[in-house]
């Protein structure tokens, strides 16, 4: 289980996701209403 933290936590750094073309990016460590308010943002701005 440690090595798989370490290797996620290295894999899923803000520095690595920036490498990838990935148009956005939800942090769910909010409230469950504050992650479906940006949960629907982004799809909105995908259906744009």
Known sequence: MCRRFLADSEDF???NLKK???SSIIDNNGTIDETL???QKVL????N
Do not use: D, Y
Not at 44 to 47: E, I, M, P, R, V
């Open 13 to 15: 750094s803000l520095e």
């Open 20 to 22: 990838r073309p990935i």
């Open 37 to 39: 308010e940006q949960v």
């Open 44 to 47: 909105q701005k995908s259906l």
